[in-house]
């Protein structure tokens, strides 16, 4: 047993490991599980389902809302949702959620906003581009008025109708240049400050309200340009910050932007989920470092004041994942909850769980989010398993 013990324990699931395995709901009690994060939208992915009796791999091969998609809702929105038909049933979340409740388990609606390939590439002028004019189709634009409707929709619906007790909410913001993509062959091309230059948005809406702060939007956007090519000559070291490629009101402007837009896009979804469900408890995913884009993007100076916890990704167990929640909780401080988000999948070693999860705890975290209750095998539901017994 460990001696510290945090504030919630929250489990990982998809609804399709849920519905069609008898066993499933009985196994998460076993293990002590009494809170599942469910999967209500989610953006494409190939998930493994070693404990199911039906299947072993579900294809989700593109984004979805795993609730009946209503007319009534959708009508008149330029963007609408896009249904599934591998998610167990035509209400997948519901029934999946309903089946939770009933044996006591606390669901909480996870949310993923602005990452769908298959709505980007129907809407390019939707997404975000880089410097050099490249979309990223999976990368939808936070700032976009048709985004931002669709996202708000998109969390109304999907907590329509079904007892939750709490949403978690992931990428409300901005995507950028890493993507675990089809067959990805961008790893290691850009590194360091790479990944920063190369995830700047330089749509016309961007430039423009650049340009309000009373900036030169092309000469930045040359700049970006410039920095780029550097790196991949060798002339600008991956160390380098973006105040080597930017002056500080050049970065200062794009920053500002970039957070306006993920403040208005987090504002409306959580005035629509609260309006769904006014006492739901909230769960934001995010990261301390301003410049960070992704499905955990960077936090705004007013994001930790609009929820109850911040969730922390944590997956590899480095000092680096360490180190983020540590400086999330410095950033946050001590009236918003902290969430390390952790993984018994690989290339973790299961052996290396309970000393990184110990070491996210004494950094400051007050909960622990475990990936993933469907994905795992039994020597790895028995770590989950593990580290519940550890906290609880």
Not at 249 to 267: I, M, N, W
Not at 343 to 355: C, E, I, R
Request: net charge negative; glycine share 8%; hydrophobic share 45%.
């Amino acid at each position: 047993m460990s001696e510290h013990t945090v504030d919630r324990i929250v489990a990982h699931a998809y609804p399709w490991d849920v519905l069609g395995d008898p066993h499933f709901v009985q196994r998460a009690l076993d293990l002590g599980v009494r809170e599942v994060a469910l999967a209500a939208s989610y953006h494409s992915t190939r998930a493994a389902t070693p404990l199911h009796p039906q299947h072993k791999v579900v294809d989700a091969h593109h984004a979805a809302l795993y609730r009946p998609v209503r007319g009534d809702a959708w009508d008149g929105l330029a963007i609408a949702a896009p249904t599934a038909s591998w998610g167990g049933s035509e209400d997948a979340f519901g029934d999946a959620a309903a089946l939770l409740v009933a044996a006591g388990i606390k669901v909480h609606a996870w949310i993923v906003l602005s990452h769908s390939t298959i709505i980007g590439q129907a809407n390019p002028g939707a997404t975000v581009v880089n410097a050099f004019g490249d979309r990223y189709p999976y990368a939808l634009a936070p700032g976009h008025p048709d985004i931002v409707a669709y996202a708000r929709t998109l969390a109304s619906e999907a907590i329509r109708g079904v007892d939750v007790y709490g949403v978690s909410v992931e990428a409300a913001g901005q995507l950028g240049i890493a993507h675990v993509g089809p067959h990805e062959k961008t790893d290691g091309a850009y590194p360091g400050i790479g990944d920063t230059l190369m995830s700047i948005s330089c749509t016309p809406r961007e430039l423009s309200a650049w340009a309000e702060h009373g900036v030169d939007s092309d000469k930045i956007v040359a700049k970006l340009r410039d920095g780029i090519d550097a790196l991949s000559a060798g002339t600008l070291a991956p160390s380098s910050t973006i105040e080597d490629v930017l002056d500080g009101v050049e970065a200062d402007a794009v920053l500002t932007v970039r957070h306006a837009d993920a403040d208005r896009l987090r504002g409306a979804v959580l005035a629509a989920v609260r309006t769904e469900s006014p006492d739901v408890r909230v769960t934001l995913h995010g990261h301390p470092d301003p410049w960070k884009t992704g499905p955990s993007p960077a936090l705004t100076s007013t994001a930790a004041s609009d929820v109850d916890a911040v969730l922390v990704s944590a997956w590899p167990g480095t000092a680096e994942t360490v180190s983020v929640v540590q400086r999330t909780r410095a950033l946050v401080g001590e009236n918003t909850a902290v969430g390390a988000y952790v993984s018994v999948l690989p290339p973790k070693k299961l052996d290396d769980t309970g000393a990184h999860v110990a070491a996210t705890v004494a950094a400051g975290a007050n909960e622990l989010h475990l990936y993933h209750l469907g994905l795992v095998n039994k020597p790895q539901l028995n770590a989950l398993g593990s580290v519940i017994a550890d906290y609880s």
